[in-house]
């Protein structure tokens, strides 16, 4: 059963930074690739950052640079810290866990192939 239970959203201004936390069991982290995208009401999905087959990070280029994904696997949760936030990073952030038949996780996340969390607002001002 997939639970991803996810944190650290806000309210920050234009420049800050936030790190969202998501964590959940062994067994989901072990079948799974796992990542985060964002939805801004009344529009898509957005794939952001998954790690994908042997560790390799992946980025949206819209967020490279500037977002960073990592994983700890002792204890089954994912990171994404978001230094240099802007104003269009507003939006709701969902944890996504991308079953690992798929390896084109933003993709797979953008189409809505995945598990994902309750979400966390993130509001950047300007």
């Known amino acids: 059963q997939v639970d991803l239970v996810e944190s650290g959203g806000g309210s920050v201004q234009s420049g800050g930074s936030l790190r969202l936390t998501c964590s959940d069991s062994d067994y989901v982290f072990r079948r799974n690739y796992m990542g985060w995208f964002r939805q801004v009401s009344g529009k898509g999905r957005e794939g952001i950052a998954g790690?994908?087959?042997?560790?390799?990070?992946i980025y949206a280029e819209f967020v490279k640079g500037r977002f960073t994904i990592s994983q700890d696997n002792a204890n089954n949760t994912v990171y994404l810290q978001m230094n240099n936030l802007k104003p269009d990073d507003t939006a709701m952030y969902y944890c996504?866990?991308?079953?690992?038949?798929?390896?084109?996780?933003?993709?797979?996340?953008?189409?809505?192939?995945?598990?994902w969390s309750r979400g966390t607002q993130v509001t950047v001002s300007s």
């Open positions: 790690v994908g087959p042997n560790g390799v990070p």
């Open positions: 996504a866990a991308v079953p690992r038949s798929r390896t084109d996780l933003l993709q797979a996340m953008s189409s809505g192939y995945a598990y």
